[in-house]
């Protein structure tokens, strides 16, 4: 049986109406890896958090156009700063910490890599860009996302590594943002040459891991992507059926 795994999303205005939004990416990684994805929407009632995490093996925390709130790690709003979403981000906060409570695996995605880290009470950079000196094109808009980027150094003995079992990984980049102070409880498990964090990870849980790129996007053209989603995947087999 395949394990069901949760894919938060965004939300979509076109007209007068709202849409709850995911790329098809999400779904097509994690069927290659042997599960039953689910699109989660957002909820305003955050009990509903706790529902989900008895149904599901395990979650993906994705990205979207959406910033976090910077009120949420005690800053405020810089001028640089997209849309925010604040609904979303109480919701997939919730989701989170549910997940890590019940012990199951969480994948986060871009955006879901700094909602991991802010709920840990991290900090980020709200523009790299302008934030960073010198440091590289971090959102390639001209670009398709199944295209590589830049490279990524990854830290010896970290999960990605493991996983990956590459010291540098050529990857897609899509963000204006990016994790500043790291996370109590967590380590930085990749950088760019420019110094910005590129993934983090748990010290302690067993599958914690959140990633700045789109790795989602690159899994048929690239396949040692899919190994990412078969590591989380084996890792939700584990959890099915608890709660």
Avoid at 109 to 124: D, H, T, W
Avoid at 129 to 147: S, V
């Amino acid at each position: 049986m395949r394990p069901l795994i949760g894919i938060t999303t965004g939300a979509a205005k076109i007209k007068t109406r709202t849409y709850n939004k995911a790329t098809n990416y999400y779904g097509n990684s994690l069927e290659l890896a042997g599960a039953l994805p689910i699109l989660l929407p957002i909820f305003d009632n955050q009990s509903l958090a706790k529902d989900l995490v008895a149904r599901l093996d395990g979650i993906i925390i994705s990205g979207g156009d959406d910033d976090i709130d910077p009120a949420n790690y005690g800053e405020s709003i810089c001028k640089a700063l997209c849309q925010i979403n604040p609904e979303r981000d109480e919701w997939e906060f919730s989701l989170y910490r549910h997940f890590k409570a019940a012990g199951k695996p969480i994948l986060g995605i871009c955006r879901g890599c700094q909602v991991i880290n802010v709920a840990e009470g991290g900090s980020l950079y709200q523009s790299v860009c302008d934030q960073i000196e010198g440091c590289c094109n971090h959102y390639t808009a001209t670009t398709l996302m199944c295209e590589l980027h830049h490279l990524i150094n990854i830290a010896p003995e970290s999960k990605l590594f493991e996983i990956f079992q590459l010291e540098k990984l050529e990857i897609n980049s899509f963000h204006n943002q990016a994790v500043r102070r790291v996370a109590p409880g967590f380590r930085a498990s990749a950088y760019s040459d420019d110094g910005v964090i590129e993934a983090i990870e748990s010290e302690t849980a067993p599958f914690i891991i959140g990633i700045q790129a789109h790795p989602e996007a690159l899994t048929k053209r690239f396949p040692h992507y899919v190994r990412l989603f078969e590591t989380f995947v084996a890792a939700a087999r584990d959890r099915m059926g608890t709660s």
